[in-house]
């Protein structure tokens, strides 16, 4: 079993910037594929992000990539989301995702893949 916590939402002008953290319980965290998700009001849950287990691979989502940057650390159980350049569609509840088999492909994306969620934190950025 593993529970997820994050944590880091809030509310931030255009341009700006947050780190979205997600606390892991559970010895075995480091085997972990993790993942972002996030879903805004009367819309589906999106991926964002996913980092396998071992750190070497990363995916984004078209509508982040070279704004938003993946990273964990494996010792503290922590997944973190660094979100740069904000922009108001990418307000939305964000939610951390974990599954202990890597997706296969672009499998790595969808949300069925991901056994595992957190509540979420919402981030709102204002233009």
Same mark, same amino acid.
């Given at each position: 079993? $593993?529970?997820?916590?994050?944590? #880091? @939402? *809030?509310?931030?002008?255009?341009?700006? +910037?947050?780190?979205?953290?997600?606390?892991? &319980?559970?010895?075995?965290?480091?085997?972990?594929?993790?993942?972002?998700?996030?879903?805004?009001?009367?819309?589906?849950?999106?991926? $964002?992000?996913?980092?396998?287990? #071992? @750190? *070497?691979?990363?995916?984004?989502?078209? +509508?982040?990539?070279?704004?938003?940057?993946? &990273?964990?650390?494996?010792?503290?159980?922590?997944?973190?989301?660094?979100?740069?350049?904000?922009?108001?569609?990418?307000?939305?509840?964000?939610?951390?995702?974990?599954?202990?088999?890597?997706?296969?492909?672009?499998?790595?994306?969808?949300?069925?893949?991901?056994?595992?969620?957190?509540?979420?934190?919402?981030?709102?950025?204002?233009?």
């Amino acid at each position: 079993q $593993v529970q997820l916590v994050e944590s #880091g @939402g *809030g509310v931030v002008q255009a341009g700006g +910037s947050l780190r979205l953290s997600c606390a892991a &319980s559970g010895r075995t965290f480091s085997r972990y594929v993790m993942a972002w998700f996030r879903q805004a009001p009367g819309k589906e849950r999106e991926f $964002v992000t996913a980092i396998t287990w #071992g @750190g *070497g691979d990363t995916y984004y989502a078209d +509508s982040v990539k070279g704004r938003f940057t993946i &990273s964990r650390d494996n010792a503290e159980n922590t997944v973190y989301l660094q979100m740069n350049s904000l922009k108001p569609e990418d307000t939305a509840v964000y939610h951390c995702a974990a599954n202990l088999v890597t997706p296969f492909g672009s499998s790595v994306r969808m949300v069925g893949s991901y056994e595992y969620w957190g509540q979420g934190t919402q981030v709102t950025v204002s233009s």
